[in-house]
């Protein structure tokens, strides 16, 4: 991460080819306000194709931030496409946290949270339909039996 131009940052993200993603999950708290929709974020990419030397530029778009006065608006959900890389972004952390739980001797716990955040994702999937979403709560799943059987073959059960 560079600083660029003013108060704006530059993130390089390398390499991408094409059809494959990289996501970037943000976040910064911002002072009360009088409702209305703001300015939050201005977003731009750059790219450069290997057999031009010349920059090209997507046109600016910007991210609003909306304060209102409705207190129903706390209990919505943010958007799905959101929400689902959140989740997705999460599971690493999540799996580096249970890692820590289980060599302080907190197996239940380290279970418990791992399943919790796989029912999360597989709750989003079905309702969603992502298949994404699916294959990473399917294998959250499988690292949640693995360990398990690893448990109980240590303990002399099977």
């Known amino acids: ?20 993603r990289k996501f970037i999950g943000l976040e910064f708290t911002a002072s009360s306000s009088v409702a209305g929709k703001y300015e939050a ?8 194709k290997p057999t031009v030397e010349r920059v090209r530029e997507l046109p600016v778009k910007v991210l609003e931030l909306e304060y209102a006065h409705h207190t129903r608006i ?19 952390d ?3 946290e249970a890692e820590a739980l289980r ?14 955040h796989a029912d999360k994702m597989l709750l989003l999937a079905v309702r969603s339909g992502d298949p994404l979403l699916l294959k ?3 294998m959250l ?3 949640i039996g693995l360990e398990h ?10």
């Open 1 to 20: 991460m560079e600083a660029g131009e003013g108060n704006s940052l530059l993130l390089k993200l390398g390499k991408i080819k094409t059809g494959q």
């Open 41 to 48: 974020l201005s977003l731009q990419w750059k790219y450069k």
């Open 74 to 92: 706390l209990s919505d959900t943010c958007c799905f496409y959101v929400e689902k890389h959140l989740e997705l972004l999460k599971t690493a």
């Open 94 to 96: 999540k799996v580096k």
């Open 103 to 116: 060599s302080k001797g907190q197996h239940s716990e380290a279970h418990e949270m791992l399943n919790r």
């Open 136 to 138: 990473e709560a399917e």
């Open 141 to 143: 799943y499988k690292q």
């Open 149 to 158: 059987q690893q448990r109980s073959k240590a303990a002399g059960g099977i």
